[in-house]
């Protein structure tokens, strides 16, 4: 037993010390993150509403704002290391653009003034070294993974959105995401959530739930080119609005990205997007490219240029009250302003000064952009439904910290 004891002991106290080593580890790769970003949008037709119709945005004209003050903390996983890890990203949003991106149920109600408090992401992340390349888990409250803009003012080109992003790809959502890497180059992504902006309970606007799949495409042609589609299929209308049939009416989403690298400093992308809603009787098509070039280390020069078809006027809406994009979700009476059917051209150009600043400060970048809009069809939903076209002149800074 002496003997037995002396072997058993030091090993128990070998695998405490490893356990105590690894928990360290995981806590050590613990990051906090903190951003700030605040714009102006002008409008010089100054819209008696003073709103920019069909941006989210910079939504209001001539008025400046705080759009984002974020927090973030998080442990990333490594998707490249074939073991078992967990991670999670826990992160807050404080600001106008909290308006659009809000969830029902778990923060809509928080703030419902301009300035408004949401929980953009907090989820869990798995990585399992499964079926030779891996599969990814995240779960939770997520961002959408659909289309080729972000929340983020970091990981977007411009200050303003693209019609196909505000009106036809989904922001949240409380559920699951799968990505299972079949190969070094290619993903099969698939998953399932309440909806489009939704939770549970009250906070959920139909009985039925939707789901992703998709597959993704990167180092093509060299390393050169990567392309993304993701389909998506579930009742996103609500019971209050459309009665019962809300329940079994299904949106079907259609997104299809790519993007060539031509050099290093010159790559271009493109989106063609798809949205048939069966409860609305409702149609969106629509096209966008990018371009961007990296003149020096510190300034990129961005353009982008869209094509969007609205073929019953009910998708492309401004929302006047501050809580009237969160009302309309849930099928609430509140302020909005729409046109009739339209096909949207717009034109945005727009430089990104970001200079390396140094320690504490991560990230900042000035974004300057001018923007057109106009109907293509002779309809006027621009400044309080009186013109066909609508110029935009917008700023913003972003501060990562």
Avoid: C
Avoid at 12 to 21: F, I, T
Avoid at 219 to 234: C, E, F, I, K, Q
Avoid at 303 to 326: K, N, P, Q
Wanted: proline share 4%.
């Amino acid at each position: 037993m002496a003997v037995m004891a002396a072997i058993v002991l030091p090993e128990a106290a070998l695998a405490d010390a490893a356990l105590a080593d690894d928990a360290a580890d995981w806590l050590h790769g613990i990051t906090v993150a903190g951003q700030v970003e605040g714009g102006i949008n002008a409008n010089p037709a100054r819209p008696a509403n003073g709103v920019n119709f069909g941006q989210f945005f910079g939504d209001r004209a001539n008025q400046a704002q705080l759009d984002q003050l974020t927090l973030t903390v998080s442990r990333a996983v490594d998707p490249t290391v074939q073991q078992m890890q967990v991670g999670f990203l826990l992160r807050g949003l404080y600001g106008a653009d909290g308006r659009y991106f809000n969830i029902a149920g778990i923060t809509d109600r928080a703030i419902t003034s301009r300035y408004q408090f949401i929980i953009p992401q907090a989820h869990l992340d798995v990585h399992l070294p499964l079926m030779r390349h891996g599969l990814d888990i995240q779960a939770g409250i997520l961002s959408s993974p659909m289309g080729v803009e972000s929340l983020d003012p970091a990981l977007r080109p411009f200050y303003t959105l693209s019609y196909t992003t505000e009106y036809s790809t989904p922001f949240e959502h409380v559920g699951a995401m799968v990505q299972w890497h079949l190969t070094s180059h290619l993903d099969a992504l698939f998953g399932i959530d309440t909806g489009n902006q939704v939770s549970f309970g009250k906070g959920d606007n139909n009985d039925a739930p939707a789901g992703y799949f998709g597959l993704a495409a990167t180092g093509l042609a060299g390393g050169r080119l990567s392309v993304t589609y993701l389909g998506r299929v579930g009742p996103e209308d609500s019971v209050r609005a459309l009665g019962n049939r809300a329940n079994s009416a299904q949106r079907f989403w259609n997104d299809l990205s790519g993007t060539f690298k031509f050099t290093d400093r010159f790559s271009a992308t493109a989106e063609l997007n798809l949205l048939h809603d069966a409860g609305l009787h409702a149609n969106t098509y629509s096209a966008v490219g990018y371009l961007s070039y990296q003149v020096s280390s510190s300034l990129t020069l961005n353009a982008r240029g869209e094509i969007y078809r609205d073929d019953t006027g009910l998708l492309v809406t401004s929302f006047i009250a501050d809580d009237a994009y969160m009302r309309s979700t849930l099928g609430q009476p509140t302020r909005t302003q729409s046109a009739p059917a339209t096909t949207y051209g717009a034109l945005t150009l727009g430089a990104t000064w970001h200079p390396t600043l140094g320690h504490p400060v991560k990230l900042f970048e000035l974004r300057p952009e001018i923007r057109f809009d106009r109907s293509l069809n002779g309809t006027h939903p621009f400044n309080d439904l009186r013109n066909t076209g609508q110029f935009t002149f917008g700023i913003d800074a972003v501060l990562g910290f």
